[in-house]
T-cell receptor, first 112, second 116 residues
């Protein structure tokens, strides 16, 4: 069955540094991957979608890559700020194409 | 951007009672809405996919007679937890998409259910 794994439960970095979060998937390459931010006690908020044929996508301080050889997506936040502290989730489509499967998330803490 | 609301934001009920949670897309029409459950420190687990005007599709292991889903209009889906038990206590989140799962999903703020 297709899986999506975010191996790091937590990541702690200092303000101003670049945070890099990893998402790995198994089996076939999904047509796209999505990244979301979730704050405690809140629903996730969509950040970026990257398609299989897009190696890299950017949005302000965010950058996402998609490596079909490594079966991996990297999510970068440059010039990180304490306000970036949250849990970040990656998601892929299920095989039937009817729903999203979410990883467990990586909780990022940015200290000032 | 697209806004999804949920009501109530939290609810406490007694074991054996039923609870209804509403999910509304406020500024767009959603042909498909999704219901998730999230336990502490866990990922979102899809419970069911709700299509307007038709029966919901439940994920394996989710009891459809216990978690009743109704999607009567393009802007409203409801989840009713029937005969709730303490193990049903969780964070329930809905999402809606303008174009199915190929597009970003807009999530509601979630409903914290506590069954005593």
């Amino acid at each position: 069955s297709q899986k999506i794994e975010q191996n790091s439960e937590a990541l702690n970095i200092q303000e101003g540094k670049t945070a890099t979060l990893t998402c790995n998937y198994t089996n076939y390459s999904p047509a796209y991957l999505q990244w979301y931010r979730q704050d405690p006690g809140r629903g996730p908020v969509f950040l970026l979608l990257i398609r299989e044929n897009e190696k890299e996508k950017r949005k302000e301080r965010l950058k996402v890559t998609f490596d079909t050889t490594l079966k991996q997506s990297l999510f970068h936040i440059t010039a990180s700020q304490p306000a970036d502290s949250a849990t970040y989730l990656c998601a892929r489509q299920n095989q039937a194409g009817t729903a999203l499967i979410f990883g467990k998330g990586t909780t990022l803490s940015v200290s000032s | 951007g697209a806004v999804v609301s949920q009501h109530p934001s939290w609810v406490i009920c007694k074991s054996g009672t039923s609870v209804k949670i509403e999910c509304r897309s406020l500024d767009f029409q959603a042909t498909t809405m999704f219901w998730y459950r999230q336990f502490p420190k866990q990922s979102l687990m899809l419970m069911a996919t709700s299509n307007e005007g038709s029966k919901a599709t439940y994920e394996q292991g989710v009891e459809k007679d216990k978690f009743l889903i109704n999607h009567a209009s393009l802007t409203l889906s409801t989840l009713t937890v029937t005969s709730a038990h303490p193990e049903d206590s969780s964070f329930y989140i809905c999402s809606a998409s303008v174009g199915g799962v190929s597009y970003e999903q807009y999530f509601g703020p979630g409903t914290r259910l506590t069954v005593t």
